[in-house]
């Protein structure tokens, strides 16, 4: 088997030699083209052996006319290779195999010639190498053969004679013959095509292992995992049957990190890992949760064993030794228990997990703890056996005042948080909820009072909020709300305004009615340049904004967030007028087709030049365009602007490019919005096809179905439609088949990775599974955000289409594109962007 294996693998490598790289981006088009080389490997054995045999026969026309035909026939795979044309190929090998069999059968007796029957080979042959229109044509031609001289026959023309003697014996060699020149044919076409999918069954298996595993340990990711618990969940509440979790986390991990590198943090999460996993039975499913802290739930197993079996992976941990660069670095681990109860939600069980987890790092780390009113951690002298955990919590790690998270802990939540949002590309929020005039209050109600108010809005707050979710007392009069798993931004509002809500009602202090109000500042996670200190310091800033806007008002933070609100003001009011005054101005970043290096398309970038604040960044000026909607007329002007630059770029005698233009969220939303883009072609005279619509993928999930139809529509008129930022949304890989999309632009985030060693192979294999998978639905991939030689190196190895970024060209005005264009158009040659 494996001398046949390798055989297999060294004629495959000889077959694709004649298949141009552009036929291997079809699974179709890579089996018809390999099919084309089969055929030609037959005729190359089997018409030397027939024209040996007419030879012997004594026809020695047959026999040169038989390797007349096979030469053409071999002619087909040299011409695919050097044409990328299957049809050329295709119907050069099915003329000379057509005209072998009907000369054959002519020159040997006519209808009833032995190679008569053999001109079903050329339909069936037509099958294999272009499907079942082809065969119907190469059927009714050889049927047009047959008839055409059974007819002559009948109408008594005589056919040429043949000197062949022995009919028996040419009967034998042409039934025997075909029978073996079919299976042989069949058998070679199973092979090729069974290879010609390979590839696509491995890109599928890469990402499915890289949607369920973490990238760096190779266990099941977050998401996976829980999904595996919420299925173990439903059984239990079927057969009663309850099942524990183990919640672990490394202990001093950060410190490890800090001491030895990231490197050796990477190392060290990889041992613990194949630690635990030495230890999980076959129904266990275990994974990374987030950062340094891992999941295992451990099916059908009570409490009290599921904390004896915990205990012996922290044993396990403890006596192993972690070697990087030279250190030995020593591991422990604390690890939280809790039994699932029937009825609640997999969130909650986690939850109480977690809570144990806190508990065995408070008390001294390196032990297990179980959740339970009357459990606590083993060996912790300064607790008595009648302290519950949730009381060693609070004394640990809770305010006293309000019961709630303290700062402490607040920050060591949220680093975990962050971590899990990283891993997982969800979205965490943070909002930090301000009592305003709260100086004001104590004076006027002394400390007793301010602390009734504090204790109000601590419960109030923790009321709105879910139950995975957290809440801290950060300073004074200040509270924080930790939200993980949000869908959009909007999430974080209506739980601010929902605070809001719940605290219109006054509060009775002493007898006397008390009105309180806050101003929330919201910041969002992940977001370009920001670690946790940022994250709360944006928060601060964007909670300061709504305070300077008034009481009881809800700021989300952006750029534009930061700005006092003058500016803010003023902004805005400048944004109104820079449309008429003509102070917004479009500038074009090419993209570069990978395989010639050439330009091929750009994409439209609005700017604003502001006569006295100078030229401002689109990331101050776009979030207010879009608080205020204008982002849907500027919007409407970039995609006008842009049509008419694409049009006189024609004009100017330079080559077609397309032109991509963004679509924002209100865009979409804005009725007729497929009118207004159908009628700015028509009008600036651009062709349909040449105009690339983008939308974000976290704008097309908001709603399918509905950006579905718009879409449609669009790509009906002829408009091309791509799906920017691909890979940063919740489920692209399951809705990409069913939408109506023409580009994939894989997100900057895939691109930052490679060429960067340490998980570049595997950031190689994501990257590349995404390219492969587009390709086989047909689909264009562009790469943004190239700056490095070594990514473009990449991309060109894993056959990514195309490419922009500030390795080719910054954003450009339209008169320097144009002379690139015209470049290009000079010396067609030449590459125009290195």
């Known amino acids: ?31 018809r083209a390999q099919n084309v080389a089969n055929a030609a490997l037959i005729a190359a054995i089997a018409g030397p052996l027939y024209a040996l045999a007419y030879q012997l026969l004594g026809f020695s026309a047959a026999a040169h006319e038989i390797l007349l035909c096979c030469l053409v026939m071999l002619a087909a795979p040299f011409l695919l290779k050097l044409t990328a044309s299957i049809v050329a190929a295709r119907e050069l090998f099915l003329c000379a195999l057509f005209f072998n069999f009907t000369w054959l059968s002519v020159h040997l007796g006519g209808i009833t010639a032995p190679t008569a029957c053999w001109l079903i080979t050329a339909p069936v042959v037509a099958m294999f190498l272009g499907g079942m229109t082809t065969a119907l044509f190469w059927l009714v031609m050889s049927s047009t053969s047959v008839g055409a001289i059974y007819l002559l026959q009948v109408n008594g023309v005589q056919l040429p004679p043949h000197p062949v003697q022995d009919s028996a014996l040419l009967y034998l060699l042409c039934d025997v013959g075909l029978f073996v020149v079919v299976v042989v044919f069949v058998l070679l076409f199973e092979l090729t095509k069974t290879r010609g999918f390979v590839k696509l069954e491995e890109a599928l298996n890469t990402i499915n292992e890289l949607a369920i595993r973490d990238e760096l340990t190779g266990s099941h990711n977050r998401r996976y995992l829980l999904s595996l618990i919420e299925k173990e969940k439903q059984r239990s509440d079927r057969n009663g049957r309850l099942f524990s979790l183990c919640l672990f986390d490394i202990d001093f991990f950060k410190r490890i990190n800090d001491t030895y590198g990231h490197a050796a943090g990477d190392e060290v999460l990889r041992e613990f890992c194949k630690t635990v996993a030495s230890y999980v039975r076959g129904g266990d499913s275990f994974g990374r949760y987030g950062g340094e802290e891992f999941l295992l739930m451990l099916p059908e197993t009570p409490m009290l064993e599921a904390v004896a079996f915990a205990e012996r992976v922290r044993a396990g941990v403890e006596k192993r030794r972690c070697v990087t660069d030279g250190s030995e670095i020593a591991l422990t681990v604390s690890i939280g228990v809790a039994e699932f109860r029937q009825g609640e939600p997999v969130a909650q069980t986690v939850g109480r997990a977690d809570e144990a987890l806190y508990v065995a790092k ?30 060693i919590i609070d004394g640990a790690h809770r305010d006293q005042l309000t019961g709630l998270l303290n700062r402490r802990l607040l920050r060591d939540r949220l680093r975990h948080a962050m971590d899990r949002a990283n891993r997982n590309r969800s979205t965490v929020g943070l909002l930090l909820l301000n009592i305003n005039k709260f100086k004001e209050v104590n004076h006027a109600l002394g400390c007793e009072g301010g602390d009734i108010i504090l204790a109000h809005v601590a419960s109030t707050i923790s009321g709105c909020l879910r139950d995975s979710d957290s809440v801290a007392r950060w300073g004074g009069d200040e509270f924080i709300a930790l939200l993980e798993d949000l869908a959009s931004e909007a999430d974080a509002q209506q739980v601010a305004e929902k605070v809001l809500d719940r605290l219109v009602q006054p509060v009775n202090v002493a007898g006397r009615e008390c009105f309180v109000t806050l101003s929330v500042g919201i910041a969002l996670y992940p977001a370009a340049g920001c670690d946790l200190d940022t994250l709360l310091k944006r928060a601060d800033i964007a909670m300061h904004c709504a305070k300077a806007w008034g009481e009881n008002t809800v700021q989300l933070y952006t750029p534009g967030a930061a700005l006092p609100p003058s500016e803010r003001l003023a902004l805005k009011n400048g944004l109104r007028d820079a449309l008429a005054q003509g102070q917004l101005f479009v500038e074009y970043q090419p993209q570069v087709d990978l395989a010639s290096r050439r330009i091929v398309g750009v994409e439209a970038l609005v700017r604003w030049q502001h006569p006295d604040l100078g030229r401002i960044d689109p990331g101050r000026f776009i979030p207010l365009a879009e608080e205020t909607g204008l982002i849907v007329p500027i919007g409407e002007w970039v995609l006008r602007a842009a049509c008419l630059q694409s049009r006189a770029w024609l004009d100017a005698g330079l080559p077609p490019v397309k032109t991509a233009v963004n679509l924002s969220a209100r865009q979409l939303k ?46 009906q008129a002829g408009v091309l439609v791509s799906i920017d930022d691909f890979g940063t949304g919740y489920s692209s890989l399951s809705y990409l088949s069913e939408l109506p999309v023409d580009i994939l632009k894989m997100d900057a985030l895939f691109v930052r990775r490679l060429g960067s060693g340490g998980a570049a192979r595997r950031s190689f294999a994501l990257a590349e599974s995404i390219v492969d998978m587009a390709h086989r639905l047909h689909l264009k991939v562009i790469a943004e955000a190239v700056e490095t030689p070594e990514q473009l190196a990449d991309l060109t190895a894993m056959q990514c289409d195309e490419a922009q970024g500030y390795l080719f060209a910054r954003p450009l005005p339209a008169d320097q594109v144009g002379l690139l264009l015209a470049r290009q158009q000079q010396f067609p040659a030449s590459v125009a962007l290195a």
């Open 1 to 31: 088997m494996t001398q046949l294996s390798e055989w297999s693998d060294r004629y495959m490598t000889a077959l694709h030699w004649f298949i141009p790289p552009q036929l291997h981006a079809s699974a179709a088009l890579l089996s």
């Open 362 to 391: 408070s008390s001294g780390r390196n032990r297990v703890v179980c959740y339970g009113e009357d459990m606590m951690p083993p060996a912790v002298p300064a607790v008595s056996v009648g302290v519950s955990v949730a009381r």
């Open 670 to 715: 804005a009725p007729g919005l497929v009118a207004r883009v159908l009628q700015i072609v028509r009008e600036t005279g651009m062709a349909a096809g040449s105009l690339d619509l983008e939308i974000t993928e976290g704008i097309l999930i908001e709603d399918i179905e509905g950006n579905r139809a718009v879409m449609s529509e669009l790509r």
